[in-house]
């Protein structure tokens, strides 16, 4: 009772104010204004070539790198890489591929060197008009997220035992995956991939460093029409919000309709055994994926020492800590408390609702994973400011819940509904309460997941952008808003400080999540 | 008889006014002793450190001695701080607003004066208003009066910055510019409107452009707006195939355009400060070789303002705190060059010798030529400049 009651609190008051938001979009006039506007065609052109782009990209990229390393030496390499870059926020990301691929950027640096070039050269790579750079930057980061889900998925024996009984029948590895895996695996990355088009389709903070600027793409349109002072605007602004909802809809109905016909089509896989490559477990391919991410990496550690560092030089012209001596940690801290607080609320609701919660009818949690958050974040605001709220740390903690709380979920459900009805029978069999048994025995054991999902929702609090800019009223400044505020700017040093402050929590939580399990686990052999 | 008549009179005079300064001391008085304690929420453009820096430094020194705490909270644009500000009004937010101070002038002044956002007047009542130069344009913001909304802080005019190494021979004029661009293909170009900085780029041309200055004064009209903006629409098409990325994509802000400077990628960039440049060359941003510039004829400049919403939950810290930013010893520090290096709206009669020396300090990279200062266009004119920018340009 308690934990709906949690739940309720958290998540419904959302919806009066996604009405309020959305309401100016009931108009059929503004609609109107709206298809007549001359971004709006080009801002959907661009917004659906990149989401759709992104995701595609992203799913045969990562079924190529699983199809082509696993499950070798190279899927262990790829496997104790992934956490880094899972952690890697987005936007530092972004910020480091912007710093490469820029036409005054490492790239064109040493092909300046080479060339001889005296001025950068006259490139479109990054904000280029067809959200290129933008579509292979998600691509990217998604490719990985993919993979840690297909390492979740094959770590099931029912589905690693297949190749090998495939391999044993005289079938090649290519054949074994296409005919047999994939069909498999695909189905149960349904969500998943919606969750990854969900993303693409309404990034604002990526499309702001990355994206097109004339116009840009719809999510930032629509955000940047949802902050006008003009009446007109902002109800152009929320029209466009629920253009991207709808927008999503179609997507994930045209593709349950290409999965289907694809089913349809492929209804009898011939049994011939097809010619295939010996698999040789090759250590280094569990590199090349991770490579954007290492050089993203490198270039933000560089900037952030460099002293002054102008075209064309390949290296700086001076390494200094001035960066760092003079850096602001003030957002860090910021988005470290904010991030504790939301984790600490989330996690008693998290472990309310899978103990004493329905089993069957929580699908609806994960809404906020898939609808796009700029209505979201807009509809928080207004109740906020309803309730006199907003610009308070509850507000922006509340806001943070919303995200935070089904990514948590979405982590622990897995571990918590798998785990030994037996162990509580027992514990409550010796006198304890339920409530007493879960906090002396169940929860203990379940002390990695538990972990684990806490750093997940750490993770994403830090990365919170569009949440904190509206419940916060601005005057939150967290690593993630200063980087965005920044990344138009022209202190490139700054910048990279910031980066990589933003990058240091994640990984400090997930890191102080896998020394503490080790630790809590140090005398007790079966947590190992 | 008369002599006594005269002397009375002049007694009263002196006494009334005497009481009336008492009343105005008292008044500020009472002000300061609400403020003590409050937190006072500053929204002002947050793209430059040393702006930034300096805002810290006033709200230590303002809390030392009034006891007044000052939070920065950076935007991007002003406009969304109006916006904030309509919807808190809307809601019924009509005490305790999230926002306490603003930074602002222009389009933005004249939204929030004419939905009645704006609480006052006071800025005349302050007492460090005695040394504000009101010879200097202080009193209109884009051609709309203040009406003692809003404090004056600072000016601005638009200036431009190059590159000695690559830029001998600057242009001067907006014909020069184009020249130049064309023969320097793909190296210029100017922030995206309505990004303040391109709205004033655009507002520049236009008036270098229009064959009557005169009726950029006067509010927009819509019949003949086409027909007066035309020439600078001419102008921009010409611009635009021989600008950075042909003119297919801009510039985010002028913090873009001055690191697309100092590698190379751009050859100008522009500023609203004159000292800008030079504090971008301390900061190893710009190479030592920057130089800022304006036209032969001038360039835009302005006034930029401190106001205070109706709402605001710490009006009397506000009101403090403008007094100190307008404080002689406030405003010789930002006009120095090593610390923000924003010109002055006191009248430097009222200075001491060091503090006027102060303002004629220079560093390399500064602006040291004097050009004639243009006056704003209506704020009306900035709406209709970025709509119709928008629609033809705005998207490719």
């Given amino acids: 009772m308690l934990a709906l009651a949690g739940i309720c609190l958290t998540l419904f008051p959302i919806v009066p104010g996604l009405l309020w938001v959305l309401s100016p979009a009931f108009n059929s006039a503004t609609w109107v204004e709206l298809v007549q506007d001359g971004q709006f065609n080009s801002a959907v052109l661009s917004t659906l070539g990149s989401a759709v782009g992104s995701t595609l990209l992203a799913l045969i990229f990562a079924s190529l790198v699983t199809m082509w390393i696993y499950p070798g030496r190279g899927w262990s390499l790829a496997q104790k890489q992934l956490p880094l870059f899972l952690a890697f926020p987005?936007?530092?990301?972004?910020?480091?591929?912007?710093?490469?691929?820029?036409?005054?950027?490492?790239?064109?640096?040493?092909?300046?060197?080479?060339?001889?070039?005296?001025?950068?050269?006259?490139?479109?790579?990054?904000?280029?008009?067809?959200?290129?750079?933008?579509?292979?930057?998600?691509?990217?980061?998604e490719t990985w997220f993919l993979i840690w889900i297909m390492a979740t998925l094959l770590g099931e024996q029912a589905i690693s035992r297949q190749i090998t009984l495939a391999n044993s029948l005289g079938y090649s590895r290519r054949q074994v995956w296409i005919t047999a895996l994939f069909p498999q695996l695909l189905p149960r990355m349904g969500w998943p991939l919606v969750a990854v088009l969900a993303y693409s389709l309404s990034v604002v903070d990526m499309a702001v460093i990355l994206g097109p600027s004339t116009p840009p793409t719809l999510a930032v349109l629509s955000w940047q029409w949802l902050t006008d002072p003009d009446d007109m605007t902002q109800a152009k602004g929320s029209a466009a919000a629920m253009c991207l909802m709808l927008l999503l809809g179609l997507l994930i109905l045209t593709g349950r309709g290409v999965w289907w016909g694809v089913k349809k089509l492929y209804r009898n896989p011939s049994g011939i055994r097809q010619p295939g490559k010996i698999f040789k477990s090759r250590l280094l391919g569990g590199i090349p994926v991770f490579i954007p991410g290492w050089l993203s990496l490198a270039i933000l550690l560089l900037w952030s020492v460099a002293g002054g560092w102008f075209f064309p030089k390949l290296f700086p012209a001076s390494l200094s800590l001035k960066s760092f001596n003079n850096a602001?940690?003030?957002?860090?801290?910021?988005?470290?408390?904010?991030?504790?607080?939301?984790?600490?609320?989330?996690?008693?609701?998290?472990?309310?609702?899978?103990?004493?919660?329905?089993?069957?009818?929580?699908?609806?949690?994960?809404?906020?994973?898939?609808?796009?958050?700029?209505?979201?974040a807009a509809a928080q605001y207004h109740v906020l400011l309803s309730i006199n709220l907003d610009s308070t740390a509850i507000g922006v903690i509340w806001s943070h819940l919303t995200w935070t709380f089904p990514y948590m979920l979405l982590v622990l459900v897995g571990p918590y509904y798998s785990f030994d009805a037996r162990y509580l029978c027992t514990a409550q069999a010796l006198g304890h309460s339920r409530f007493q048994a879960c906090l002396n025995v169940k929860w203990p054991m379940l002390i990695r997941p538990i972990l684990a999902a806490m750093a997940v929702g750490f993770a994403v609090s830090v990365a919170q952008y569009l949440p904190t800019l509206f419940s916060g009223g601005g005057r939150f400044a967290t690593v993630t808003t200063e980087a965005v505020a920044l990344s138009a700017g022209g202190n490139r040093r700054v910048l990279a400080v910031q980066s990589l402050l933003q990058t240091a929590l994640p990984l400090c939580a997930f890191m102080s999540a896998i020394v503490l399990t080790a630790w809590y686990a140090r005398n007790r052999q079966g947590l190992k | 008889m008369k002599k006594n008549l005269l002397v009375t009179a002049i007694i009263s005079v002196a006494a009334f006014t005497n009481v009336q300064l008492a009343q105005a001391d008292e008044k500020w008085d009472a002000i300061a002793s609400t403020a003590k304690g409050q937190t006072v929420y500053f929204n002002a453009w947050g793209g430059s450190d040393n702006i930034n820096k300096y805002v810290k430094?006033?709200?230590?020194?303002?809390?030392?001695?009034?006891?007044?705490?000052?939070?920065?909270?950076?935007?991007?644009?002003?406009?969304?701080?109006?916006?904030?500000?309509?919807?808190?009004?809307?809601?019924?937010r009509n005490e305790g607003g999230s926002v306490d101070m603003m930074w602002v002038n222009g389009e933005n002044f004249r939204a929030l004066k004419t939905n009645g956002l704006l609480h006052g007047p006071w800025a005349e009542s302050i007492p460090s208003w005695?040394?504000?130069?009101?010879?200097?344009?202080?009193?209109?913001?884009?051609?709309?009066?203040?009406?003692?909304?809003?404090?004056?802080?600072?000016?601005?005019?638009?200036?431009?910055?190059?590159?000695?190494?690559?830029?001998?021979?600057?242009?001067?004029?907006?014909?020069?510019?184009?020249?130049f661009a064309s023969k320097n293909n793909g190296r210029v170009s100017y922030p995206k409107p309505p990004n303040f900085h391109g709205t004033t780029f655009l507002k520049q041309l236009l008036s270098e452009l229009v064959s009557d200055a005169s009726i950029l004064a006067e509010p927009v009209n819509e019949e003949s707006f086409a027909s007066v903006s035309q020439p600078l629409w001419d102008y921009l098409d010409k611009l635009h195939p021989v600008s950075w990325r042909e003119g297919k994509a801009f510039p985010a802000n002028n913090a873009e355009m001055h690191q697309k400077l100092a590698d190379g990628e751009l050859k100008l960039s522009l500023t609203f400060n004159p000292n800008d440049a030079a504090n971008l060359v301390a900061k190893e941003q710009l190479p030592p070789s920057t130089y800022s510039f304006g036209f032969t004829n001038g360039t835009i400049g302005n006034v930029h303002f401190l106001a205070i919403p109706f709402n605001a939950k710490a009006k009397e810290g506000a009101q403090v705190f403008a007094n100190f930013l307008l404080s002689p010893e406030a405003q010789v520090r930002k006009a120095d060059i090593t610390v923000w290096g924003d010109p002055s709206v006191l009248d430097a009669s009222k200075l001491t010798a060091e503090q006027q020396a102060v303002f004629n300090k220079r560093a390399p990279g500064s602006l040291t030529e004097v050009n004639p200062t243009l006056p704003e266009p209506h704020a009306t004119w900035v709406g209709a400049l970025e709509t119709e920018w928008l629609k033809r340009y705005g998207s490719q």
């Fill in chain 2, 57 to 92: 430094w006033a709200g230590d020194e303002v809390k030392k001695r009034y006891g007044v705490n000052v939070e920065l909270v950076k935007i991007t644009d002003a406009g969304e701080v109006v916006k904030r500000i309509k919807t808190e009004k809307e809601a019924g």
């Fill in chain 1, 90 to 141: 987005h936007i530092a990301f972004a910020i480091g591929i912007a710093f490469l691929i820029a036409p005054s950027g490492w790239l064109a640096r040493g092909l300046a060197n080479l060339l001889e070039w005296g001025s950068p050269p006259q490139w479109v790579s990054i904000r280029d008009p067809y959200a290129i750079s933008l579509t292979l930057t998600l691509a990217i980061k």
């Fill in chain 1, 328 to 376: 602001d940690f003030e957002p860090m801290f910021t988005a470290l408390w904010i991030g504790i607080a939301t984790v600490l609320i989330a996690l008693p609701l998290t472990l309310a609702w899978l103990e004493w919660g329905s089993r069957k009818h929580h699908g609806w949690l994960y809404a906020p994973l898939i609808l796009p958050s700029l209505p979201i």
């Fill in chain 2, 130 to 179: 005695e040394f504000v130069d009101t010879n200097k344009p202080v009193r209109k913001d884009f051609s709309e009066t203040t009406d003692g909304l809003e404090a004056p802080w600072g000016t601005a005019q638009l200036t431009f910055i190059a590159d000695k190494n690559a830029v001998a021979e600057p242009p001067r004029s907006a014909k020069e510019l184009l020249a």
